[in-house]
């Protein structure tokens, strides 16, 4: 029992890397739907999870001064990448929301959260991607450009000074990427460095889409790239070991449980 349910909660972890890892066409919706009764659901959810920390009103004040308002975070694609990361909601008043969690919503309310926050604070645009339509080589080029400095060549990551850790890529998906870039997460600058980026610009997206791709190559091919990732980038390196192994194990252990559920 115990190992089934491990198995469960590990496969819907896994659901954003193997998605990711097989070729990554993940594409985000246009624009948050509005209806009414998405909006109330997550309003609902709003309330119960979020106002204690981030205010009544996603559009106005929080309640601690140490947590910042959702009115200049980046709308429902923020709210979006927070939840579905489960960096949201937070344990704590205070400090960095650094570390991936297990979500705890489902697929069905994180829409209808992203819908309700975007609707109040006037941007609903979650930002469109899909690595399949990538370049590869484009991709390193412009993440070398824009991205390595914080995230390292690799995707390592790197320590940036006090509690600030520009994470790791490894099981990133393209959506985390288009709306990291698109938000500007914590020290990130909207954008993530890429020239005139704008996120409804259509050489924008095809940039996100090479970036993108970019970082799905490097999920697949973490060890032939950049040299060994191993010694020298700050705390995560050997969290990508254990990942990456764990990672293999695990996708053995689902599809052999899924070969078996379904005879
Ligand atoms: C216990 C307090 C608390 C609760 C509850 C909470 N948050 Fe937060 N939230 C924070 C703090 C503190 C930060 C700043 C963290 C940081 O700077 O990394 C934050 C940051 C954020 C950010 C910005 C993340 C970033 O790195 O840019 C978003 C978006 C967000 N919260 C959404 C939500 C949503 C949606 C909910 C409800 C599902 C929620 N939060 C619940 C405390 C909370
Ligand atoms: C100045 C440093 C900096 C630059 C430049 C930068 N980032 Fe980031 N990035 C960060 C930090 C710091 C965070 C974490 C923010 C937080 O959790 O609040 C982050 C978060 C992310 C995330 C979310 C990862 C996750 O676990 O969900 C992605 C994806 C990402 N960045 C991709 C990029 C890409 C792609 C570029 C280049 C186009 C880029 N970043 C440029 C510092 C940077």
Request: aromatic share 6%.
């Amino acid at each position: 029992m115990i190992l089934f349910a491990g198995i469960a909660v590990l496969a819907l972890l896994l659901v954003p890397a193997t998605s990711g890892a097989s070729g990554g066409a993940r594409v985000g919706a246009q624009t948050t739907s509005s209806s009414a009764g998405l909006q109330a659901q997550g309003r609902q959810l709003y309330l119960q999870s979020c106002a204690a920390c981030h205010g009544p009103n996603p559009n106005g004040p929080s309640e601690y001064s140490t947590v910042p308002s959702l009115r200049d975070l980046g709308g429902a694609a923020a709210v979006d990448w927070a939840v579905r990361t489960g960096r949201m909601p937070f344990q704590s008043t205070t400090g960095e929301a650094i570390a991936r969690s297990k979500p705890r919503f489902s697929e069905q309310e994180i829409p209808a959260l992203s819908a309700y926050v975007g609707r109040a604070v006037g941007d609903t645009l979650i930002p469109e991607v899909d690595a399949g339509k990538g370049d590869v080589a484009r991709g390193l080029q412009a993440y070398a450009q824009s991205c390595a400095a914080c995230h390292g060549t690799n995707g390592a990551g790197s320590a940036l000074g006090g509690a600030n850790i520009a994470p790791t890529m490894l099981g990133v998906s393209p959506l985390d990427v288009a709306e990291a870039i698109k938000i500007g997460p914590g020290q990130m600058p909207p954008g993530g460095g890429l020239p005139q980026y704008t996120p409804t610009d259509t050489q924008s997206i095809q940039r996100v889409n090479d970036v993108a791709a970019y970082v799905q190559a490097l999920n697949k091919d973490r060890f032939n790239r950049g040299g060994a990732p191993i010694g020298g980038k700050g705390p995560v390196p050997e969290g990508f070991v254990a990942w990456v192994i764990g990672l293999g194990l695990l996708i053995l252990v689902v599809r052999w449980l899924g070969t078996r559920n379904h005879t």
